[in-house]
């Protein structure tokens, strides 16, 4: 294990677990803010242009989920309503990956599955929840990098999601 991921791991670790379990008394998700902070790092896109990809990608599948249930209400909200709902806002989300603010797609996806398993669809949590779990990643990649910095000074930090 090289030294950046340890240091990284450790910041992450003390910020999630603050999060984990101060989220709830500002009426938040923590584990759609985990589901943020996960894709930041799964995004492969560091700081603030890979957050802000994170951002617009997440958001785009919590829109893409809530039409998703719009559609199959105006259908007649019967097993083949949604089923014809779910695949054309599949499509959709597929399809929006090649556009450059909604092209990280699992990112897409996350925001999807994400307002349909958070209570009563409440998408404005939802929504606040992501964010500040992206921002959580923001902050656990940044910190992991200064700290490295600090310890190994004259040397970069190495891509999240990459091995020495």
């Known amino acids: 294990m090289n030294f950046y991921r340890l240091a990284t791991a450790a910041f992450t670790g ?9 989220a ?56 083949s309503a949604y ?30 599955y994400s307002l349909f398993a958070i209570k009563d669809n409440d998408w404005v949590v939802l929504l606040a929840s992501l964010a500040v779990g992206v921002l959580l990643g923001l902050v656990c990649d940044w910190g992991g990098s200064t700290i490295f910095a600090r310890w190994k000074p004259g040397t970069d930090a190495e891509p999240v999601g990459q091995e020495s």
Do not use: E, Q
């Open 24 to 79: 709830g008394l500002m009426d938040l998700s923590a584990w759609a803010g985990f589901a943020g902070c996960t894709a930041y790092f799964a995004c492969g896109i560091r700081l603030i242009p890979g957050a802000a990809v994170t951002v617009s990608s997440s958001f785009a599948g919590v829109g893409c989920a809530w039409l998703m249930l719009r559609g199959a209400d105006l259908l007649g909200s019967a097993n």
């Open 83 to 112: 089923a014809v709902s779910v695949g054309f806002f599949v499509m959709c989300i597929v399809l929006l990956g090649r556009f450059k603010w909604t092209s990280f797609v699992p990112g897409t996806f996350v925001g999807c």
């Open 14 to 22: 003390l910020l999630c677990g603050l999060w984990g379990g101060f």
